[in-house]
């Protein structure tokens, strides 16, 4: 496995305005895993924790992978502009906090958030000086593979989950970058990043976000996150 290295970060101009680095991609494409990874590395990135009203999981902790709420509570953030947008999944609702955002994006710190595509379409929509990546496995019998061996999907899920995978693939052109997925290449795709950012900092003219006032947020479509 490629040893990934992340010491030419700290070589990067500090002047730089802070980026959004907006992450999305088919269900089973490796986003946590990716995000876990960057972590254990040390990445020099702000993670959003989204919200949601999912149930939570035994290999998750609250807070951490994420902020687990009631859909009262949900709704609540939702009628106070708390979210910068929001989805219900399968079910579930999640969102993006958006003081979170805010607040390390002020603090000059680049930020990270996951989402699902039409999640992404909004964001893009709001703040298109954010940078959106798009993570896809190789091939669909990939993908495929990668569900099944989640063991979490019934075979009507399962199903629901390919066919709505192979719809947002056809959502690329909505995102600046996309980056490959292979099933034992974590590394690679955290390199690819890596790259992604180092360029990003390199601009001539360089992105700048700016939060507008609450109560702006729109809500995305039913999708897959």
């Given at each position: 496995m490629?040893?990934?290295?992340?010491?030419?970060?700290?070589?990067?101009?500090?002047?730089?305005?802070?980026?959004?680095?907006?992450?999305?991609?088919?269900?089973?494409?490796?986003?946590?895993?990716?995000?876990?990874?960057?972590?254990?590395?040390?990445?020099?990135?702000?993670?959003?924790?989204?919200?949601?009203t999912?149930?939570?999981?035994s290999?998750?902790?609250?807070n951490v992978d994420?902020?687990?709420?009631s859909?009262?509570?949900?709704?609540?953030?939702?009628?106070?502009?708390?979210?910068?947008?929001?989805?219900?999944?399968?079910?579930?609702?999640?969102?993006?906090?958006?003081q979170?955002?805010k607040?390390?994006?002020?603090?000059?710190q680049?930020?990270?958030?996951?989402?699902?595509?039409?999640?992404?379409?909004?964001?893009?929509?709001?703040?298109?000086?954010?940078v959106?990546?798009?993570?896809?496995?190789?091939?669909?019998?990939?993908?495929?593979?990668?569900?099944?061996?989640?063991?979490?999907?019934?075979?009507?899920s399962?199903?629901?989950?390919?066919?709505?995978?192979?719809?947002?693939?056809?959502k690329?052109?909505?995102?600046?970058?996309?980056?490959?997925?292979?099933?034992?290449?974590i590394?690679?795709?955290?390199?690819?990043?890596?790259?992604?950012?180092?360029?990003?900092?390199?601009?001539?003219?360089?992105?700048?976000?700016?939060?507008?006032?609450?109560?702006?947020?729109?809500?995305?479509?039913?999708?897959?996150?």
């Amino acid at each position: 496995m490629q040893k990934t290295s992340y010491e030419s970060w700290d070589r990067l101009n500090p002047a730089t305005k802070p980026l959004l680095l907006v992450i999305s991609g088919p269900s089973g494409a490796g986003k946590d895993a990716v995000l876990t990874r960057m972590k254990q590395l040390g990445c020099p990135l702000h993670y959003i924790v989204t919200v949601t009203t999912r149930p939570q999981r035994s290999n998750e902790r609250a807070n951490v992978d994420y902020h687990f709420v009631s859909g009262e509570s949900f709704q609540k953030m939702i009628e106070h502009g708390e979210l910068l947008e929001w989805a219900n999944v399968y079910g579930n609702w999640y969102g993006v906090p958006k003081q979170s955002v805010k607040e390390a994006l002020e603090k000059g710190q680049d930020t990270i958030v996951k989402v699902d595509i039409q999640g992404a379409a909004t964001i893009r929509k709001l703040l298109p000086q954010a940078v959106f990546i798009f993570l896809v496995p190789p091939s669909m019998p990939e993908l495929a593979t990668r569900l099944k061996q989640r063991n979490t999907e019934s075979t009507a899920s399962l199903a629901l989950r390919l066919k709505t995978a192979e719809e947002e693939v056809k959502k690329i052109p909505l995102f600046d970058f996309v980056v490959i997925s292979k099933q034992d290449g974590i590394d690679q795709v955290i390199s690819d990043i890596s790259a992604i950012i180092t360029a990003e900092k390199c601009r001539v003219t360089p992105r700048e976000i700016k939060l507008q006032a609450p109560n702006y947020s729109k809500p995305s479509s039913e999708a897959n996150r």
